[in-house]
């Protein structure tokens, strides 16, 4: 999986994670889903990938993900950050999965 983070995403995620501290791990969040095909993506701050989460590929930040949540992305993701609206999306080019991205500080 590779995410490609447009520049101004990338500047809105760098004061997250300028003092190294913190990695960014790409979530499918599916509690009061009722469904796992009816999960919802977010972006969680984290310090540490867990022994279930796998490295994927970013530009210019890699991220953590479980893999039994690939099945729902395309192999190639966007993230943009809309100043405007304060919001972040997530998308590829088959689909817009949201433009409501959280970003979780945990």
Request: hydrophobic content about 35%; glycine content about 8%.
């Amino acid at each position: 999986m590779h995410i490609t983070f447009t520049p101004s995403a990338q500047s809105a995620l760098k004061p997250h994670l300028a003092d190294g501290t913190r990695q960014l791990k790409l979530l499918y969040d599916t509690e009061g889903c009722g469904c796992v095909v009816s999960g919802v993506p977010a972006l969680q701050l984290i310090e540490a990938g867990g022994p279930d989460d796998a490295l994927g590929t970013g530009d210019p930040f890699d991220f953590w993900y479980e893999p039994r949540f690939e099945v729902f992305f395309e192999p190639r993701l966007r993230i943009d950050y809309d100043e405007n609206q304060h919001a972040y999306s997530l998308k590829s080019d088959g689909q817009i999965y949201t433009t409501n991205l959280r970003l979780l500080l945990s």
